[in-house]
């Protein structure tokens, strides 16, 4: 690393101003204080300085996430396998899940990473690290089957329009990559739901061979239940792709179909973990998104007029995007709520949307997307009464 440090002291003075390649200060800076801590403080007054700058708290997120998407991978080759009939073991069924994944991160970085380049070179200012964790949420919740051009284009319009247009990292109303998962169900709604899309049958890499089978369906469990409900159907039971009941154990586990990295409770709950211990994300946030969440649920499985209603508050927990939502997402500390009360009342709003979206609009069963992107856009007025409600607390005391 120190032969490395010398390197970069070494050519630093070119992206300097005045040097020949001063037009590319910004990107030089980026990587420097991606791969080393700044060393710069403050001229006068008093300060903390801390190691631990934004870059190492998103690192820190994208560590967390790794449990998740690791998993992710290998149940994408484990559908696979499943679907056409063969059993190639863990490492080929990890391996092309790797294959699969891959490219979608890679399109993500390149394309989010090339425009925050770009406009930091426009703007002559420093690069912003919030895509960091951006790209590679964004594969993560995305179908296996989505075509690497849809992710590039969704990706491309939510950094720009609903990042950059607001002033970059730090500015967003909206999380960039729940947007990004929007611009693709509202835009290609074909290519986000369906059976089709959450399990590749396809041998596109040649690794393990067999063939497909005709009689499977790829549908998510909160897919199938959401054709019951539409169908009126009285009891239901969810079943995996070749037809064999599922129960809240498999939810927990994680082995279904799903968006890549949001089937596995316990992969989600690792990096939960990660997160709190490290004080990265909110526990308030977190823990009242999933009480918000089982206190909507019991209340319909009170009512139990469809199939969605009659689902445990613990399985609703488990189905969908809503552990990675609650862990990942709702805890965003630019688009969610930023005092101490207002913590509790987002993520209870949060969970508790996420049920009612999923209980009363059988045509959209995941519910999770569209419940933090709608409390992101309260979470200031959720704050400002909070703060209103203090000062006029203090009022009343002061006057006493």
């Not at 690791?70 to 149940?75: K, P, T």
């Not at 849809?150 to 960039?176: L, P, R, S």
């Not at 045509?363 to 997307?369: F, K, L, N, S, T």
């Amino acid at each position: 690393m120190k032969a490395l440090r010398n390197y970069l002291d070494k050519i630093k003075p070119n992206f300097e101003k005045g040097g020949k390649l001063a037009m590319f200060r910004s990107v030089f800076d980026g990587f420097e204080t991606f791969l080393f801590t700044p060393n710069t403080t403050s001229k006068s007054g008093v300060h903390i300085h801390d190691s631990v700058d934004s870059k190492r708290t998103m690192i820190v997120v994208v560590v967390a996430l790794l449990p998740a998407l690791l998993f992710g991978m290998y149940n994408t080759g484990y559908q696979h396998y499943l679907a056409i009939g063969t059993d190639p073991g863990f490492w080929m069924t990890f391996i092309y899940g790797l294959l699969a994944v891959l490219p979608k991160i890679i399109v993500s970085y390149l394309v989010g990473l090339g425009i925050e380049f770009t406009v930091a070179q426009w703007k002559n200012e420093e690069i912003q690290e919030g895509f960091l964790v951006s790209g590679i949420l964004i594969p993560m919740i995305v179908p296996v089957d989505t075509p690497l051009w849809m992710i590039a284009v969704a990706t491309a319009f939510a950094v720009i329009f609903a990042k950059e247009v607001f002033g970059g990292t730090g500015y967003n109303i909206f999380n960039v990559a729940l947007v990004t998962r929007a611009f693709l169900f509202f835009a290609y709604p074909a290519a986000m739901s369906g059976d089709s899309i959450w399990v590749r049958t396809a041998d596109t890499f040649g690794i393990g061979g067999g063939q497909v089978v005709d009689a499977y369906s790829g549908a998510t469990p909160l897919g199938q239940i959401g054709i019951a409900a539409k169908e009126a159907i009285g009891s239901f039971q969810t079943v995996d792709i070749l037809g064999n009941p599922l129960t809240t154990w498999d939810y927990f586990v994680g082995l279904i179909p799903g968006s890549i990295g949001e089937t596995s409770v316990i992969a989600i709950l690792i990096g939960a973990l990660i997160l709190l211990c490290t004080g990265v994300a909110s526990r308030k946030t977190m823990l009242s998104v999933f009480i918000g969440g089982a206190a909507m649920a019991a209340i319909f499985n009170a009512i139990g007029a469809t199939v969605v209603m009659t689902v445990s508050p613990i399985d609703h927990l488990f189905l969908g995007g809503f552990a990675f939502g609650a862990v990942f997402m709702a805890t965003d500390p630019v688009t969610s709520a930023r005092t101490e009360t207002g913590k509790y009342i987002y993520g209870f709003l949060v969970g508790a949307m996420a049920i009612i979206i999923r209980a009363l609009n059988p045509g959209y069963p995941e519910g999770m997307m569209l419940a933090i992107l709608l409390m992101n856009t309260f979470a200031p007025l959720i704050d400002y009464y909070v703060v209103d409600a203090n000062i006029n607390r203090r009022l009343k005391r002061a006057v006493k």
